[in-house]
Nanobody
Framework: VQLVESGGGLAQAGGSLRLSCAVS????????MGWFRQAPGKEREFVVA????????YSADSVKGRCTISRDNAKNTVFLQMNSLKPEDTAVYYC???????????????????WGQGTLVTVSS
């Protein structure tokens, strides 16, 4: 299974970015998908996640109301729409996939088996 993120780059505070993650191999519609991020000198942290069906999403408190995850099972792609960006959103953003199991573990990076290489998001003040 391969995950390839795109859409990162430089944005101004208050602006928006949309990240994409294309998944190949495996059965995309059976995967829960998550976005995580890691800022310099910090641990990787949960951002948002979506279950296999797209019916249930989860967001970290730090991005709630600003970031939205969605998926297109026909295109094997998951998206992260980020609005009202803040300098503290600067990080490498990783897409991850896990076999769905009873809706458990979507916030925990340890449960995700497949990871992308990451895409850098830089937000200037």
């Amino acid at each position: 299974v391969q995950l390839v993120e795109s859409g990162g780059g430089l944005a101004q505070a208050g602006g928006s970015l949309r990240l994409s993650c294309a998944v190949s191999g495996g059965t995309f519609s059976s995967y829960d998908m998550g976005w995580f991020r890691q800022a310099p000198g910090k641990e990787r942290e949960f951002v948002v996640a979506i279950d296999w069906s797209g019916d249930t999403t989860y967001s970290a408190d730090s991005v709630k109301g600003r970031c939205t995850i969605s998926r297109d099972n026909a295109k094997n792609t998951v998206f992260l729409q980020m609005n009202s960006l803040k300098p503290e959103d600067t990080a490498v953003y990783y897409c991850a996939a896990k076999i769905s199991f009873l809706g458990a573990g979507l916030r925990d990076p340890r449960t995700y088996r497949y990871w992308g290489q990451g895409t850098l998001v830089t937000v200037s003040s």
